[in-house]
T-cell receptor, first 111, second 115 residues
Framework: NAGVTQTPKFRVLKTGQSMTLLCAQD?????MYWYRQDPGMGLRLIHY???????AKGEVPDGYNVSRLKKQNFLLGLESAAPSQTSVYFC??????????FGPGTRLLVL | AQSVTQLDSHVSVSEGTPVLLRCNYS??????LFWYVQHPNKGLQLLLK??????LVKGINGFEAEFKKSETSFHLTKPSAHMSDAAEYFC?????????????FGTGTQLKVEL
């Protein structure tokens, strides 16, 4: 049982480049989430999805796009990376009010 | 809007002594509250959760937390610290409005355990 997996684990980008982070879950959860973690700020919600084909904005959505074409996958895209997007990105999945399960994280460095 | 305030950014204890990590919350309705732990370079693991059942919640690894509505607090405690408890701890409140279960995290408390 893999739980929540994230690809890649680490990436270095140059300013202006684009990339996509992939999150996959095998627990048949309806809800999926993308967070970013920055020192001293805890985790902040970027975007989330309440089901296949749906997405919604979280607290810090600017500069990111998401897609949920399949129930088990949630993609986070950066169209034109900026140094301010250097962070650790966590994906999570869950069912309603129950626990959210987190992936291992993706470290992104934008130069 | 929901929010949580973790009152200490760093806490240092000796192994075998009690742990107290403080959290206050703000919510317009009865909240669901969580404590998550993050060990260095790892993901987040749920320690315990409160969802309007018993006010004293027991979690994994000997941790527990008490929901006190009158004080809007949800402090995390453990009777005896172990070296393996050294990690960052996050108090979290959930927001169910607008669909989804959106979590708002506190800024974290770094727990150091010394011999």
């Amino acid at each position: 049982n893999a739980g929540v997996t994230q690809t890649p684990k680490f990436r270095v980008l140059k300013t202006g480049q684009s990339m996509t982070l992939l999150c996959a879950q095998d627990m048949n959860h309806e809800y999926m989430y993308w967070y970013r973690q920055d020192p001293g700020m805890g985790l902040r919600l970027i975007h989330y999805s309440v089901g296949e084909g749906t997405t919604a904005k979280g607290e810090v959505p600017d500069g990111y796009n998401v897609s949920r074409l399949k129930k088990q996958n949630f993609l986070l895209g950066l169209e034109s990376a900026a140094p301010s997007q250097t962070s650790v990105y966590f994906c999570a999945s869950g069912s309603g009010v129950e626990t959210q399960y987190f992936g291992p994280g993706t470290r992104l460095l934008v130069l | 809007a929901q929010s949580v305030t973790q009152l200490d950014s760093h806490v240092s204890v000796s192994e075998g002594t009690p742990v107290l990590l403080r959290c206050n919350y703000s919510s317009s309705y009865s909240p669901s509250l969580f404590w998550y732990v993050q060990h260095p370079n790892k993901g987040l693991q749920l320690l315990l959760k409160y969802t309007s059942a018993a006010t004293l919640v027991k979690g994994i690894n000997g941790f527990e937390a008490e929901f006190k509505k009158s004080e809007t607090s949800f402090h995390l405690t453990k009777p005896s610290a172990h070296m393996s408890d050294a990690a960052e701890y996050f108090c979290v409140v959930s927001d169910l409005t607008g669909g989804g279960n959106k979590l708002t995290f506190g800024t974290g408390t770094q727990l150091k355990v010394e011999l």
